[in-house]
Nanobody, 120 residues
Framework: QLQLVESGGDLVPPGGSLRLSCAAS????????MNWYRQAPGKERELVAK????????DYANPVKGRFAISRDNAENTVYLQLNNLKPDDTAVYYC?????????????WGQGTQVTVSS
């Protein structure tokens, strides 16, 4: 059974850091680009960062460039998102996503989300 399980969300003050994890199972993890999205209250879900199957290719949304870092460990079937210099606007539920991938995944899969709250 395919699963994506996020963890690591917390309440942190502005300027703080967090490391989110997403443990994957049930599919060929090393063959799939992995994404982190977030959704703030009253806003649409937005793509935050993505990482290619081997981990060498990454891309970030403009608001998080230079502050967030995505990485993956294909031996552990886990993708990470390091969040640094957090701002109140980073407050959101963060979701791990495995997108539909030819010959690997027929549809998009999502985790349950992990709450990140940035507040003093």
């Amino acid at each position: 059974q395919l699963q994506l399980v996020e963890s690591g969300g917390d309440l942190v003050p502005p300027g703080g850091s967090l490391r989110l994890s997403c443990a994957a199972s049930g599919f060929s993890f090393g063959s799939v680009t992995m994404n982190w999205y977030r959704q703030a209250p009253g806003k649409e879900r937005e793509l935050v960062a993505k990482i290619g199957p081997t981990g060498t290719a990454t891309d970030y949304a403009n608001p998080v460039k230079g502050r967030f870092a995505i990485s993956r460990d294909n031996a552990e079937n886990t993708v990470y998102l390091q969040l640094n210099n957090l701002k109140p606007d980073d407050t959101a539920v963060y979701y791990c996503n495995a997108p539909a991938t030819w010959q690997v995944l027929a549809v998009d899969y999502w985790g349950q989300g992990t709450q990140v709250t940035v507040s003093s």
